[in-house]
């Protein structure tokens, strides 16, 4: 696919998606949601990638869905279909990639662009960004994963306090309340997250990926199911090349030299 609306690249390891329509705050057309679920999915696919960013160009993270383009569309659309056709497969998509994918938020992440930021494993803010749950201002609910995401990282008071005031929540708060893992300096924002990117590129790709899946199903599962997904998934990454190297590095006293499988 010819992206005209990201722009995705790919060396050392990483994989680097960033939305790219700036005049809109990288507001998402269906253009931009399809090729944005497209390069999560090559990125899946390439085994040279073992860490994904996603950033947004110019001083927006994402601004949600554009609602000019939206409203091209005439009454009588299907929110519904949109939503399951466009921005849920994206979700999904970014929930079921088995590496690990970094926000680097470099601005406001507003509607759906707060959804496709809460949907990375973990955020890193520039101290400018901000968080914000548009949707009540249209008179919408919170879409894109938000009311299955957003309880769950900050605790559902805060969630729905952010749903229903559509405030911004600048990153320093965000951070308190557990939707942002670092707050950066926003001229640092490039490099701390390139130094983040490259150390998880050279991890144990495999069971970075077990454990993602571990942790996000066992959100679904009574304790003792999640006990026992854990020894099954522990199984397969106990069988893995990383594991080895891992024990045998611990014992010769050096740093190990992942493979990624
Ligand atoms: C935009 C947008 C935008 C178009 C800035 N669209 N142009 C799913 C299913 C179906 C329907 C509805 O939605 C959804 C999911 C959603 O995402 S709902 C939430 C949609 N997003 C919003 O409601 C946020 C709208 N944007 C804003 O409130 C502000 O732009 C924020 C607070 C994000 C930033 O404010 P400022 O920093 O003051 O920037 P600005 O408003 O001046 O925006 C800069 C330009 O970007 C401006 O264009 P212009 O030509 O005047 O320079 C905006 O019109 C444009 N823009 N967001 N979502």
Redo the contacts with the bound molecule.
């Keep these: 696919m010819t992206y005209e609306t990201i722009l995705y690249d790919v060396s050392d390891g990483v994989g680097r998606i960033t939305l790219n329509r700036p005049?809109?705050?990288n507001?998402?057309n269906d253009r931009m949601i399809a090729e944005t679920t497209d390069a999560f999915r090559s990125a899946g696919r390439e085994t040279a990638v073992r860490c994904v960013v996603i950033t947004g160009m110019g001083?927006?993270f994402s601004?949600?869905?554009?609602?000019?383009?939206?409203r091209e569309r005439g009454e009588n659309v299907s929110?519904g279909e949109?939503?399951r056709h466009?921005?849920h497969r994206l979700i999904r998509q970014m929930l079921a990639l088995e590496k690990p994918i970094i926000g680097s938020i470099n601005g406001?992440a507003?509607?759906?662009?707060c959804?496709v930021a809460l949907a990375a494993d973990i955020r890193i803010a520039a101290d400018t960004a901000s968080f914000?749950l548009?949707?009540s201002?249209?008179g919408?609910i919170p879409?894109?994963g938000l009311n299955w995401l957003l309880p769950r990282l900050i605790g559902y008071a805060r969630a729905y306090e952010m749903a229903i005031t559509a405030d911004?929540v600048p990153a320093r708060q965000a951070q308190e309340w557990g939707m942002v893992n670092r707050v950066v300096p926003a001229d640092q924002l490039f490099e701390i997250t390139a130094a983040w990117a490259r150390r998880l590129a050279d991890g144990p790709t495999l069971a970075y990926g077990l454990t993602k899946r571990a942790m996000i199903r066992s959100w679904e599962m009574t304790p003792g199911e999640a006990l026992g997904y854990e020894a099954h998934l522990q199984e397969v990454a106990g069988r893995s090349e990383d594991n080895r190297e891992g024990i045998i590095a611990f014992l010769e006293k050096r740093e190990a030299r992942f493979s990624g499988r």
């Design positions: 005049a809109k705050l507001a998402f001083r927006g601004s949600g869905q554009d609602l000019a383009d939206f929110i949109h939503l466009g921005y406001i507003a509607g759906a662009g959804g914000m548009a949707f201002r249209l919408l879409d894109s911004r």
